[in-house]
C-alpha cells in the first residue's frame, strides 16, 4: 500500500478478493478456518475483504492454479465488487501470476507475498528491515522475467511495499548485489547477537523463549512475565523484532525471556532463511515455551506448523514446555479434556493473569533439571570464596547452610550443571 499522501485509513484500504484453491492435500482442515487466516492476513496487509472465491480441484491448473473457467469468473466478481487486488492463499509460479492478472485486469498477489508485504509493515528497528528486504529481494528475482516494466514502476498496493518501489528489480545484477550487501549486514548483525549470547552464558543466566503461532498471545504473556510494555495487539504478527527482558525467580534465580516472531502455517521459506538471525535466540535458548491458543479450534494444526518451523531451524532438540493461553475463552469441560490430555502442560490466560506463578514454578522446576545436588564448602575469610558464594546463591538454589569451624561454611546446593566446573574447588565428597 502506497503510505504517501493524505487518505484516510478508511479512503486507503485496498478491496481485495480472496481465492482459494482446494486439493486433496487440503480438505483434511476446515476450508473456512483456512479462510479465516486468510482473511485475517489480508486485512493486516490494510485490506477491505469483499469477495471470496474457492476453488475445488484435484490438482492445481498450471497456467491459472484454479483453472481458465473459474479465472473468467472471478474476472467478472472482481469487476462487480469493484476490487483493486487478488490475494490467493497458494504460492503462485511467475507465470500463473501473470496469467491470473491478464485475465483478471488487476494485480495478484499470492500467500508468500502478502505475509513478506505485513512483515515489512511490522518492522520497526533496522535489524528487521533488513531481513524483510532481504526476502523480499529473494523472492522477487526469479520472478523478474518476462515482467517486462511493470516491477520498475513506483506503485501502492499490497505487495508492492518495501524494495518493490526502489527501481532495484529492473537490474537482475543490481538485485544481486543488494542481496549480497544485505547478507553482509545480517551477518553481522549474527556476530553481534553471537557476542551478547556469549556474555550472557559466560553470566550463566539462561533465555527461555517465547514462540508459537501468530496471535497465541506470546506478547501479553511477555509482558506480564517481565513487566514490560510491548505492544499487545489482536492481530496477525503483531511482533516482529525480537524482545528480550531478564527477570528473578522466587528462588532468586534470574533467566531472560525472548519473545519472537510468531510462526504460522506455510511460513514462506524466504522468511525463515532470512531471520535465522533473529531465530537463533530460539535455537541456543535453554527452555522453549509453545504458547497456544486453547480457544482455537484448529489448535492441533497451529501446533504442529510451529513444530514444523522449530525442525526447519533447528531448534527441534530444545527443551519444550507447553503453555495453552486464553484459558478464560475456554468452556470449562473442554479445558477439563485438555489438562487430561496434556497433564504436563501449563494453562494461563495472560489477559487475564491467571496462572502466571505456576507457569513460572514449571519453568524453574523445568531448569532445575539441569542441576545437581553438591555439598561445598568456603572459606569466608577469603574473597575468592565470598565471590563464588555469591555466584551459587545467584545462579544455584541453597537448601541447607550450616557454620563450620572458623571461617568454614558448609552448604548443600542445587548446582546447574553447566556450573559444576567453576566449584569443583568447594565441592565436599557426600
Known sequence: MNMRGTATPEQSRERAALVRLATRSSRAVDPDILLDELTGLARAAGAEVVLNIVQDRPKPDSATLIGKGKAETLARGCEEAEVSVVIVDNELSPAQTRNLEAICGRRVVDRTLLILDIFARRARTREGQLQVELAQLQYLLPRLAGSGTALSQQGGGIGTRGPGETKLETDRRRIRSRIAALKADIAEVRRRRGYLRTR????????????????????????????????????????????????????????????????IDRLPHQLVAAFHATLEEVVNADLLLHVMDASAVDRERRAEAVSSVLGEIGADQVPVLEVFNKIDAVEDDELSSLRAAHPEAVFVSALEDLGRSDLLTAVSARLALDCERLHLSFNSSLQADRDLLADLYRHGTVLVQEPGTGDQVSLEADVPRRLLGRFSRVRVPA
Open 200 to 263: 550472557r552464558r559466560r553470566a550463566d543466566v539462561p533465555t527461555v523463549a517465547l514462540v508459537g503461532y501468530t496471535n497465541a498471545g506470546k506478547t501479553t504473556l511477555f509482558n506480564r512475565l517481565t513487566g514490560a510494555a510491548a505492544l499487545e495487539s489482536d492481530a496477525l504478527f503483531a511482533t516482529l523484532d525480537p524482545l528480550m527482558r531478564r527477570i528473578k525467580l522466587a528462588d532468586a534465580r534470574q533467566l531472560i525471556v525472548a519473545d519472537t516472531v510468531g510462526f
